[in-house]
């Protein structure tokens, strides 16, 4: 179940992978939210913005949060990670060890590199798993906007298939 809290940060982090777009990188926000609602940080994929592979938006709010982690892990706060799209393994180890208690995603990765669920499923670090509470796809209107957004990724030059066939073209003149 979600609120009409989360609703609205799911919103913030649609906005924030609508922004990334526009840049020309991967349509993935992410907002890191405090159990009294402040955000805490938020961020978008900079992959090809900064020619970074790394540069995801979770990594970049568990990055800008800082001490805020480390206070919320001494004092068991919940934060809450919002993201347009299901975390990739490097973003579910960064959330493992920022110690995030809560997930929440508009749309499942499953052809991508989304691995939350399947490193939930293989019970990796199950006792650290079970700790989170994970929230998949909770908001069909919202979902289908990120849907969206990967379909116009698709299109963007600098989709990898887009780059080689580019690549190939050019091998052809
Ligand atoms: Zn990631």
């Not at 777009?21 to 405090?34: C, H, K, Q, S, W």
């Not at 805490?40 to 001490?67: C, L, Y």
Request: charged letters at 25%; glycine letters at 6%; hydrophobic letters at 45%.
């Amino acid at each position: 179940m979600i609120t009409d809290a989360d609703r609205a940060f799911l919103q913030m982090a649609l906005d924030e992978a609508e922004h990334a777009l526009r840049e020309n990188t991967y349509p993935v926000g992410a907002i890191l939210v405090d159990d009294k609602f402040n955000v805490i940080a938020q961020g978008r994929n900079r992959v090809h913005t900064n020619k970074d592979a790394t540069a995801h938006a979770e990594i970049k709010v568990i990055r800008e949060a800082g001490e805020a982690i480390f206070d919320a892990k001494i004092h068991n706060k919940t934060f809450t990670l919002y993201s347009s799209l299901e975390p990739c393994p490097m973003c579910t180890g960064g959330i493992l060890l920022a110690k995030i208690q809560r997930v929440v995603w508009l749309l499942n990765d499953d052809l991508g590199f989304g691995a939350f669920q399947k490193m939930n499923d293989a019970a990796i670090f199950e006792a650290k798993f079970n700790k989170i509470e994970m929230i998949a796809e909770p908001d069909a209107d919202l979902k289908n906007r990120q849907l969206e957004l990967m379909r116009q990724w698709e299109r963007n030059t600098n989709h990898v298939s887009n780059l080689r066939s580019a690549i190939h073209e050019g091998g052809e003149i």
